[in-house]
């Protein structure tokens, strides 16, 4: 079954608007969760590394004050793109892996497409 | 700064041939390596972890190999079928990894 719960999977609005995506770790408890952004026909790319119970980790180039992550609890992280507008628009993803075992995969959730008008 | 490749970009064969899809990385210090198949839209599906102390993994009709020294690693599918037709993804690195590009697989009926 599903190790990894991400939601909403689609999500279209209007530009100005501020999207939350929701990811669950499932399986385990999960002290480190990634988001990846991956645009059209190009390869997923690692934005930041979300650590519960502190500050993000955030990926040379991604605005931290635009993309806000809040990993409040080991089964929760969420990406809140601010003030979204059409260059924002990617399909967001989120993975976990159990953070104390370096040999574990990763496991991904199943995306969030993000569209700005 | 770690890079990955993958070779080729696309790939056409007709059902029931077997394929090879070819992966690079520039910095052989990995942890492990990971193979994924991603459907258009959709999100990744892990496919074989190899670990940086092994040199192949299996699983069903796959196979990965990885030569961490060259900075290779294949994946190698047995009688293909039209349901492996999606875009496979390599990833290397620990604790976050570092993709390639994909190749987009297409099997032919």
């Known amino acids: 079954g599903a190790v990894v719960s991400q939601h909403p999977s689609r999500v279209i609005c209007k530009s100005g608007t501020s999207v939350k995506i929701e990811c669950r770790s499932l399986?385990?408890?999960?002290?480190?969760m990634f988001w990846y952004r991956q645009f059209p026909k190009q390869s997923l790319m690692l934005m930041a590394t979300?650590?519960?119970?502190?500050?993000?980790?955030?990926e040379q180039g991604v605005e931290k004050d635009k993309f806000l992550i809040n990993h409040a609890s080991l089964t929760l992280s969420t990406l809140t793109v601010t003030s979204a507008h059409p260059e924002d628009s990617s399909f967001y993803i989120c993975?976990?892996?159990?953070?104390?075992?370096?040999?574990?995969?990763?496991?991904f959730g199943d995306g969030t497409r993000l569209s700005i008008l | 700064k770690q890079e990955v490749t993958q070779i080729p970009a696309a790939l056409s064969v007709p059902e029931g041939e077997n394929l090879v899809l070819n992966c690079s990385f520039t910095?052989?210090?990995?942890?492990?390596l990971q193979w994924f198949r991603q459907d258009p839209g959709k999100g990744l599906t892990s496919l074989l972890l190899?670990?940086?102390?092994?040199r192949e993994q299996t699983s069903g009709r796959l196979n990965a190999s990885l030569d961490k020294s060259s900075g290779r690693s294949t994946l190698y599918i047995a009688a293909s079928q039209p349901g492996d037709s999606a875009t496979y993804l390599c990833?290397?690195?620990?604790?976050?990894?570092?993709f390639g590009p994909g190749t987009r697989l297409s099997v032919l009926p």
């Open positions: 993975s976990t892996k159990r953070a104390w075992d370096s040999n574990q995969p990763q496991h």
């Open positions: 399986d385990f408890q999960a002290t480190t």
């Open positions: 979300s650590n519960e119970g502190s500050k993000a980790t955030y």
């Open positions: 910095d052989s210090a990995i942890y492990n």
């Open positions: 190899i670990q940086s102390s092994q």
């Open positions: 990833a290397v690195g620990g604790q976050n990894f570092v």
